[in-house]
C-alpha cells in the first residue's frame, strides 16, 4: 500500500534529514575527516542485452508502462567508488557465474582498469563486498 505524501512526512523528512546533515558534520570535525578522505560507493546493476528485444505493455491512458523481455537477459552489477575531491577508484565489476569466462574480457582495452568477480546471480554478496574492499578500497586508498 503506498501512503500518499503530505506535509507533515515532508517536514519530517527534513527534520530528519537536517538532523543526519549536522550528526555528519559532527563526526567529520570530531575525527578531523578531510575532504580526500571522504568516498561514495554505490552499485548498479545493468540488464546486458539487445534493448531491442523489448515491449512496452500497457493500457491506452497508462502514466506508468511496464516493460517486458523474453527473459534471456542477464544482470552485471558495476560497483563504482569516488573521493570528495573527485578522485574515481576502479571499478568492480560482477558477472553472472560460478567461473570467470574470457570472453567477458575480450573488448578490454589496457588503459580499461577494473576488477572482476562472479557470483552465482550477477549480485554483490559478502564475499565479494569483501574482495573489493581489499583489492579496489584498500590498495587504492592507502597511504604511501
Known amino acids: 500500500m503506498l501512503v500518499p505524501i503530505t506535509k507533515f512526512c515532508i517536514y519530517n523528512y527534513s527534520i530528519m534529514c537536517i538532523v543526519n546533515i549536522n550528526y555528519f558534520n ?14 561514495n560507493m554505490d552499485e548498479k546493476g545493468i540488464m546486458m542485452g539487445k534493448a531491442l528485444g523489448c515491449q512496452v505493455i500497457c493500457r491506452r491512458r497508462c502514466r506508468t508502462p511496464r516493460m517486458i523481455h523474453d527473459g534471456s537477459r542477464e544482470w552485471v552489477t558495476v560497483v563504482e567508488t569516488v573521493s570528495g575531491d573527485g578522485r574515481v577508484l576502479r571499478r568492480f565489476i560482477i558477472n553472472k557465474g560460478i567461473v570467470h569466462y574470457m570472453g567477458w574480457y575480450a573488448g578490454l582495452k589496457k588503459k580499461d582498469l577494473a576488477t ?29
Open 26 to 39: 559532527n563526526l567529520v570535525k570530531f575525527y578531523n575527516i578531510e575532504v580526500p578522505n571522504m568516498y
Open 116 to 144: 572482476f568477480g562472479v557470483s552465482e546471480k550477477g549480485w554483490s554478496n559478502e564475499k565479494l563486498g569483501l574482495k573489493w574492499l581489499k583489492e579496489v578500497f584498500d590498495s587504492e586508498t592507502k597511504e604511501l
